[in-house]
Antibody, heavy 120, light 108 residues
Framework: QVHLQESGPGLVKPSETLSLTCTVSGGSINKLYWSWVRQPAGKGLEWIGRLYSDGTTNYNPSLKSRLTMSVDMSKNQFSLNLKSVTAADTAIYYC??????????????WGQGILVTVSA | SSDLTQDPPVSVALGQTVKITCQGDSLRTYSASWYQQKPGQAPVLVLYDTNNRPSGIPDRFSGSTSGNTASLTITGTRAEDEADYYCNSRDTTGYQVVFGGGTKVTVL
């Protein structure tokens, strides 16, 4: 059973960069897709982006200009960097394993989530 | 805004059946998956590829699709099924992933 764990600062100042890491245990990160999803308090889920283990990425168009995702195979980790954050980026951030087929794309394992607050 | 539209909150009596829907043009091409989220917890996959249940998900959860609408049905609803339910699929381009806005299911 794969386990995902998010880590990173819980507080980021406006205009700075939000950086999170997801550590995967119980399975290899290789040859799979991995995603980030966020959820503002009291609101729905928002897909941030996904990356394949070879570093190929797909980003949510609304975040693409500020977003970078990367993978570290040696550590079985993948990361998220979101620059120039504002209060609107305050949310619980989840990492998830993404199963992608020709017909769909779903998330079968999730981290517990990490609350990131953007505030001075 | 979301490319997938879900029902407003619904209530269901204990033991009864509830069906919630997810509408979007992309569902004519791509299948839907469904997640259950309880307060303070991460989402849990309950159905993938329209009507497939991951290991450990009870068979009272089932799914279907017709045209641009995917549905999740809970038969014999239990108190522990009270949660928010989200659908997801690809968008119409096929390159992005989208979630519906969620439907809160209350068990009476």
């Amino acid at each position: 059973q794969v386990h995902l764990q998010e880590s990173g600062p819980g507080l980021v100042k406006p205009s700075e960069t939000l950086s999170l890491t997801c550590t995967v245990s119980g399975g290899s990160i290789n040859k799979l897709y991995w995603s980030w999803v966020r959820q503002p308090a009291g609101k729905g889920l928002e897909w941030i982006g996904r990356l394949y283990s070879d570093g190929t990425t797909n980003y949510n168009p609304s975040l693409k200009s500020r977003l970078t995702m990367s993978v570290d195979m040696s550590k079985n980790q993948f990361s998220l960097n979101l620059k120039s954050v504002t209060a609107a980026d305050t949310a619980i951030y989840y990492c998830a394993r993404c199963i992608a087929t020709a017909g769909n794309n779903w998330f079968d394992s999730w981290g517990q989530g990490i609350l990131v607050t953007v505030s001075a | 805004s979301s490319d997938l539209t879900q029902d407003p909150p619904v209530s269901v009596a204990l033991g009864q059946t509830v069906k919630i829907t997810c509408q979007g043009d992309s569902l004519r091409t791509y299948s839907a998956s469904w997640y259950q989220q309880k307060p303070g917890q991460a989402p849990v996959l309950v159905l993938y590829d329209t009507n497939n249940r991951p290991s450990g998900i009870p068979d009272r959860f089932s799914g279907s699709t017709s045209g641009n609408t995917a549905s999740l049905t809970i038969t014999g609803t239990r108190a522990e099924d009270e949660a928010d339910y989200y659908c997801n699929s690809r968008d119409t381009t096929g390159y992005q992933v989208v979630f519906g806005g969620g439907t809160k299911v209350t068990v009476l």
